[in-house]
């Protein structure tokens, strides 16, 4: 069965800094998705950034982007010049024949 | 972007009664909708997937006699829980995708409470 795994519950960096989200999964599927969504105050789920497995190049998104190491199984995303409006719960996803979520991390970003 | 709507956004009921909650895509074909529970500061937890036309599949430990989930077209499922408890009191969230395998759009959810 797919896991996803986010071994960090809660996470802080300080405005305009840099922060990394680590995120590990299993599968043995060869053709899947990988996600990371944002959970603000207002609950509503919101995509950050998507990484196709069979892409080799990292995707990014402004000041977001991913390393994604598939031997490896790990998904991280990196956040550069945190902003405020970054403190959110974020969500690491695997979207296979399945969809299925991590734990979530907790950001806080200090002023 | 695709655009998944929810209504109610907030909805308190007596316990013993029913209560049902829609999941629109407003602007997209849905082929498969899903249903997650969410508590405080936890992750979404799935609880059943629904195709269009076809029953739903229930995760692992939820009564589908309890949660009642109709996927009747392309752009609307809705799900009804039955015989409501305070137990039942939660954050209930949707999604949507279309066939291909790629992200689900979600609804901004439906906070569920149970006097």
């Known amino acids: 069965a797919q896991t996803v795994t986010q071994s960090q519950p809660e996470m802080s960096v300080q405005e305009a800094e840099t922060v990394t989200l680590s995120c590990t999964y299993d599968?043995?599927?060869?053709?899947?998705?990988l996600f990371w969504y944002k959970q603000p105050p207002s609950r509503q789920m919101i995509l950050v950034i998507r990484?196709?497995?069979?892409?080799?190049q990292n995707a990014t998104e402004n000041r977001f982007s991913v390393n994604f190491q598939k031997a490896a199984k790990s998904f991280s995303l990196k956040i550069s010049d945190s902003q405020l409006g970054d403190a959110a719960m974020y969500f690491c996803?695997?979207?296979?024949?399945?969809?299925?979520f991590g734990t979530g991390t907790s950001l806080t970003v200090i002023p | 972007g695709a655009v998944v709507s929810q209504h109610p956004s907030w909805v308190i009921c007596k316990s013993g009664t029913s209560v049902k909650i829609e999941c629109r895509s407003l602007?997209?074909?849905?082929?498969?909708m899903f249903w997650y529970r969410q508590f405080p500061k936890q992750s979404l937890m799935l609880m059943a997937t629904?195709?269009?036309?076809?029953?739903?599949?229930?995760e692992q430990g939820v009564e589908k006699d309890k949660f009642l989930i109709n996927h009747a077209s392309l752009t609307l499922s809705t799900l009804t829980v039955t015989s409501a408890h305070p137990e039942d009191s939660s954050f209930y969230i949707c999604?949507?995708?279309?066939?291909?395998?790629?992200?689900?759009?979600f609804g901004p959810g439906t906070r569920l409470t149970v006097l």
């Open positions: 999604s949507a995708r279309t066939s291909k395998r790629d992200e689900q759009f």
């Open positions: 996803a695997y979207g296979g024949n399945q969809f299925y």
């Open positions: 602007d997209f074909q849905a082929t498969t």
């Open positions: 990484q196709e497995a069979y892409k080799q």
């Open positions: 629904s195709n269009e036309g076809s029953k739903a599949t229930y």
């Open positions: 599968t043995s599927e060869s053709d899947y998705y």
